[in-house]
């Protein structure tokens, strides 16, 4: 069986996890990523699903938007897989790769608070910091601060 040759941009990762249940034992076990792909596949335009492994993902960190390409294997038994490739090789990420900035993290633009800064602004009242006096460490006192 020959590998087919693919490139395009990716839309989504997703972890493949198998669940399962013996008596009332459940188990889990990670088996990889799926890349969800809008591109080709030897030489047809579509959208197409990839398995990669744990390795693959920690090496390349295929996140959308990304341009890849690479090879692989045509699942034949595609009723009892997720993916319509699996076993890739041959990966790579286009030079071009959009550097992720700060504001473009989910949760950016969110200032963490304290629960005393929460508490405030509700309403509530602040308490001043203590000092409460410590052993001395090797000759100097060490001061503590107590909320």
Request: hydrophobic share 40%; no cysteine.
């Amino acid at each position: 069986m020959s590998k087919i040759a693919w490139s395009g941009e990716v839309l989504g990762v997703q972890p493949r996890i198998d669940l399962g249940r013996s008596f009332d034992e459940r188990y889990h076990a990670y088996l990889g990523y799926v890349l969800f792909v809008r591109g080709e596949a030897a030489g047809e335009a579509r959208e197409l699903t990839v398995r990669i492994g744990a390795g693959a993902q920690a090496k390349h960190a295929f996140r959308a938007g990304d341009r890849v390409s690479g090879r692989a294997h045509v699942v034949e038994a595609p009723e009892r897989e997720v993916a319509d490739f699996y076993r890739a090789n041959a990966l790579a990420v286009a030079a071009g790769r959009r550097v992720r900035r700060r504001r473009d993290r989910p949760g950016a633009g969110y200032r963490r608070r304290s629960r005393h800064t929460a508490r405030a602004a509700i309403g509530g009242s602040t308490p001043a910091p203590t000092r409460r006096a410590a052993a001395p460490a090797s000759g100097a006192a060490a001061w503590r601060w107590r909320w």
